[in-house]
């Protein structure tokens, strides 16, 4: 069974929340909407999620996506969103508003509403993440990197309006945040000597569903096989399974 805080970390990940709106008679009727996306290769996780949620997993260009929409959005919001640290506020926003008929004018509102919410921090911020949060969201936006050498690194990318989940990361396990040169983009960088691996990998690692057999390798193998062995291997574990 997939946790509901593992479906936060991946929503606050890969995931979108926002509004279904559709034209009717009265005026537009407005409900939630939650999409999460994951390359083909790595995408069993949605269909684990879709299995339990009785929703049906799109095929997507390169991609496969899982949509919740009206009443089972609602749901899924109220089950994940105590848990999530990005976007508390986005879901908070959507679970008020929605459902609902408006004119025009009032749905315009709504709408810049919540994308002034989408560009602020969350109002509340958590002082620690928990283990299960942790795997989701390093499924979505963590890399576990390995130079020939043997030296480990974990790292994580956001949106530089989405890097609450990076900063309560380092708050704990420590790392330098760099912004890309374009602005938009902020990368977490912690290095893992043999002893914060244990720590960090230890900590969320066998909570992990679509990197798991990285994290277990690296576990099992740090410091006990040469660096290029260990380069050689990460590398082929992220290649897609039908070009392995």
Same mark, same amino acid.
């Given at each position: 069974?997939?946790?509901?805080?593992?479906?936060?970390?991946?929503?606050?990940?890969?995931?979108?929340?926002?509004?279904?709106?559709?034209?009717?008679?009265?005026?537009?009727?407005?409900?939630?909407?939650?999409?999460?996306?994951?390359?083909?290769?790595?995408?069993?996780?949605?269909?684990?999620?879709?299995?339990?949620?009785?929703?049906?997993?799109? !095929?997507? +260009?390169?991609?496969?996506?899982? *949509?919740?929409?009206?009443?089972?959005?609602?749901?899924? %919001?109220?089950s @994940? /969103? &105590?848990?999530?640290?990005?976007?508390? !506020?986005? +879901?908070?926003?959507?679970?008020? *508003?929605?459902?609902?008929?408006c004119?025009?004018?009032? %749905?315009?509102? @709504? /709408? &810049?509403?919540?994308?002034?919410?989408?560009?602020?921090?969350?109002?509340?911020?958590?002082?620690?993440?928990?283990?299960?949060?942790?795997?989701?969201?390093?499924?979505?936006?963590?890399?576990?990197?390995?130079?020939?050498?043997?030296?480990?690194?974990?790292?994580?990318?956001?949106?530089?309006?989405?890097?609450?989940g990076?900063?309560?990361?380092?708050k704990?396990?420590?790392?330098?945040?760099?912004?890309?040169?374009?602005?938009?983009?902020?990368?977490?960088?912690?290095?893992?000597?043999?002893?914060?691996?244990?720590?960090?990998?230890?900590?969320?690692?066998?909570?992990?569903?679509?990197?798991?057999?990285?994290?277990?390798?690296?576990?099992?193998?740090?410091?006990?096989?040469?660096?290029?062995?260990?380069?050689?291997?990460?590398r082929?574990?992220?290649?897609?399974a039908?070009?392995?």
């Open positions: 069974m997939i946790t509901d805080k593992y479906c936060a970390g991946l929503v606050d990940s890969d995931g979108y929340i926002g509004l279904a709106v559709s034209k009717v008679e009265e005026g537009f009727s407005v409900k939630p909407r939650v999409t999460i996306k994951q390359r083909k290769d790595r995408s069993k996780v949605l269909y684990d999620i879709a299995a339990q949620w009785e929703i049906k997993v799109y !095929d997507d +260009a390169n991609t496969h996506c899982i *949509v919740f929409s009206g009443n089972k959005a609602l749901r899924f %919001l109220e @994940i /969103k &105590n848990h999530l640290v990005i976007k508390p !506020d986005v +879901a908070e926003f959507v679970l008020r *508003v929605t459902p609902t008929v004119s025009e004018a009032t %749905l315009k509102d @709504i /709408k &810049n509403a919540l994308k002034l919410i989408k560009a602020t921090p969350p109002q509340t911020v958590k002082n620690f993440p928990s283990r299960k949060w942790l795997a989701g969201y390093f499924d979505g936006d963590g890399c576990l990197l390995a130079s020939k050498e043997g030296r480990l690194k974990l790292q994580f990318a956001a949106h530089v309006n989405e890097k609450a990076l900063l309560l990361i380092q704990v396990f420590g790392g330098t945040i760099h912004i890309e040169k374009s602005g938009n983009c902020a990368k977490l960088h912690i290095y893992l000597p043999q002893s914060k691996l244990e720590q960090m990998l230890g900590y969320f690692g066998k909570h992990t569903i679509i990197k798991n057999s990285q994290v277990q390798y690296v576990l099992g193998h740090a410091g006990k096989v040469s660096g290029n062995e260990l380069y050689n291997k990460l082929q574990l992220k290649q897609p039908s070009t392995k």
